[in-house]
Structure formats: C-alpha cells, structure tokens
C-alpha cells in the first residue's frame, strides 16, 4: 500500500478534473452550436441537414460521457480511472466534430 505525500489533500484533483470536464462540455458545446449555425447558414440541402443532425448527435454523446464522469468525480472520495470505452466516446466525439470543422471551412 502506497503513502500519500505529507500535506498532499487528494480531494483536490479530482475537483479540478470535474471541472476541466465542465470547461470541456461547454467548449465542445458551443462549437457545436457555431458548426449548425454555419450548416444551417447553406442552402439547407438533406447533406446540411444530416451535418446537423451528426453535429447534435456527438454531442449529446460527449455530454452524457461527461456528465457520468462529472457525476462520478463529485461523489467517489477516490474515483476510478476512466474507462475505456468512455474515453473513446469523448475522443471519437471530439475527432467527429473536428472532422465536420474541416469539412465546413474547405
């Protein structure tokens, strides 16, 4: 069993984690809205459409990932790692709209 540092308050990183969760949330939020705002600024073909639907789509997924995490950081005294299937949700979310940044500008 592993000692924790004299005057190391382990309390505090996972405070600070759940809140980078939120300050991601809230990035990845409104660059969803600004990438539907520039989609829907089109012609508003079924391409555009379906642009928008995907963009709302991961991010409902990366908000409900965050949200758990959030959820867990706030109640366990020693939170358990990531997992991985949630980590590849937010990546996968994160790469997705990316992507459709890329995809809008060019």
């Known amino acids: ?3 924790e540092p004299a005057g190391r308050d382990p309390g505090l990183q996972p405070e600070r984690t759940r809140l ?6 809230l990035t990845c939020a409104v ?3 600004l990438a539907v705002r520039q989609a829907l600024r089109g ?3 079924a391409l555009e459409v379906a642009g928008c639907a ?3 789509l991961l991010w409902l997924v990366f908000l409900g990932v965050a949200h758990r995490r959030i959820r867990v950081l706030a109640t ?3 939170p358990a790692a990531l997992g991985e299937r949630a980590a590849l949700g937010a990546t996968l979310c994160v790469l997705g709209l990316s992507a459709f940044a890329v995809a809008v500008i060019l």
């Open 1 to 3: 069993m592993t000692q």
């Open 20 to 25: 980078a969760w939120r300050r991601t949330t």
């Open 31 to 33: 660059t969803a809205v």
């Open 43 to 45: 012609s508003g073909t």
């Open 54 to 56: 995907f963009i709302v």
């Open 76 to 78: 366990a005294a020693r």
